[in-house]
């Protein structure tokens, strides 16, 4: 792939490229963009064969709970997805992107946007260096949008042209240590909710990478919650979820 693709979760946002694309020049973006991608282990991901976690959310602006289960395999885009589609109906996959015009309706329809939507809050930080569709501004320090005191504001706008939702909006406050504190997320179509203010929480590691699991604030002036359970990179191939799976699940 070489641009980012946007997609509605059920009325969340989000965003995302399970293959990571060609990278932006480094000249075409701010010195920030890298060093918030380092922070989080941007160096090291072509170690990883495959990642898997459990995506939680509660969103009471559209009155959603779900739960959701992925292994995704970077190398080969191949996706394992275990929980229900929109009737509530069971629905456990294995696809592999590449081939996904013939895959059934569920899996086009609901399964694979919602793979972009999960991942990209996991991964989101690799994504201002890997996404081709959007531009990334260093706006320096600007107040929290939640909490108190300040923090380096950095502005990726998504291209409105291609993609699910063209012109969304991220604007990510990162302190000091290179690491996000708090979201704010502008929709930009008319899907809802078009706006998102949330924290970046509970820290750990997996393996090379570092993942935020927790995500509180607010959707559209409601009470939003977002979790990642079960978080892990695996260098061994899915089959092998032991010692060469490194777990980082909340608690």
Same mark, same amino acid.
């Given at each position: 792939m070489t641009k980012a693709h946007h997609v509605p979760m059920i009325g969340v946002l989000l965003i995302g490229v399970l293959c990571p694309p060609a990278r932006v020049s480094a000249q075409q973006r701010p010195a920030i963009a890298d060093q918030i991608a380092k922070t989080y282990g941007l160096d090291s991901f072509g170690?990883?064969?495959?990642? =898997?976690?459990?995506?939680?959310? !509660? +969103?009471?602006? +559209?009155?959603?709970?779900? @739960? =959701?289960? $992925?292994? $995704? *395999? %970077?190398?080969? !885009?191949?996706?394992?997805?275990? /929980?229900? !589609?929109?009737?509530?109906? %069971?629905?456990?996959?294995?696809? @592999? =992107? @590449?081939? +996904?015009?013939?895959?059934?309706? &569920? &899996?086009?329809? *609901?399964? !694979? %946007? /919602? &793979?972009?939507?999960?991942?990209? $809050?996991?991964l989101f930080p690799f994504h201002l260096v890997w996404d081709t569709g959007a531009t990334v501004e260093d706006a320096g320090m600007q107040k929290l949008p939640l909490g108190k005191g300040s923090a380096r504001k950095v502005a990726v706008k998504y291209s409105s042209d291609g993609g699910y939702t063209p012109g969304d909006t991220w604007e990510l406050y990162v302190g000091t240590d290179g690491r996000i504190r708090e979201l704010l997320f502008k929709h930009g179509g008319t899907a809802k909710p078009s706006v998102v203010i949330a924290t970046w929480a509970d820290y750990k590691k997996a393996g090379p990478l570092l993942l935020s699991l927790d995500h509180r604030g607010t959707a559209d002036g409601k009470p939003f919650h977002l979790i990642l359970l079960e978080c892990g990179r695996q260098t061994g191939g899915v089959k092998h979820l032991g010692e060469r799976t490194v777990s980082c699940s909340r608690g």
């Open positions: 170690q990883i064969d495959a990642i =898997r976690y459990t995506f939680n959310v !509660d +969103l009471a602006a +559209l009155k959603v709970k779900l @739960s =959701r289960s $992925w292994v $995704w *395999e %970077p190398k080969t !885009d191949q996706i394992s997805y275990e /929980g229900k !589609d929109k009737a509530g109906n %069971p629905v456990k996959v294995t696809y @592999s =992107r @590449s081939q +996904l015009a013939s895959q059934s309706a &569920v &899996v086009k329809e *609901e399964v !694979d %946007p /919602g &793979v972009f939507n999960d991942q990209y $809050w996991l």
